[in-house]
Nanobody, 123 residues
Framework: VQLQASGGGLAQAGGSLRLSCVAS????????VGWFRQAPGKERELVAA????????YYADSVKGRFTISRDNAKNTVYLQMNTLKPEDTAVYYC?????????????????WGQGTQVTVSS
């Protein structure tokens, strides 16, 4: 499966952005999808993840209450709605997929990765 992330850009603190991750190549339905981010000099971290049905999600503590992950399997797309953005949210955001039933939080479990989209939040 090939993943294409988009929607990044420049936002002011307190603003919003919505990222999209579109899958192609095979059915997206049975994949767990995660959004990761990597800031300069820092390790890649899992921000949010969603199981195949959308019924189970995971959020990092740093984004709980501000970010929402969702998916539209008919469109082979997973979204990350980011509200109340903070300068510390600045990073390259990646989507990734894993053929798993339950949400996984281990970076190495994800087999397929998109190319990343830059999010920059100004103070």
């Amino acid at each position: 499966v090939q993943l294409q992330a988009s929607g990044g850009g420049l936002a002011q603190a307190g603003g919003s952005l919505r990222l999209s991750c579109v899958a192609s190549g095979r059915s997206f339905t049975r994949y767990v999808v995660g959004w990761f981010r990597q800031a300069p000099g820092k390790e890649r971290e899992l921000v949010a993840a969603i199981n195949w049905s959308g019924g189970s999600t995971y959020y990092a503590d740093s984004v709980k209450g501000r970010f929402t992950i969702s998916r539209d399997n008919a469109k082979n797309t997973v979204y990350l709605q980011m509200n109340t953005l903070k300068p510390e949210d600045t990073a390259v955001y990646y989507c990734a997929a894993d053929q798993a039933v339950k949400v996984v939080t281990t970076t190495s479990s994800y087999d397929y990765w998109g190319q990343g989209t830059q999010v920059t939040v100004s103070s």
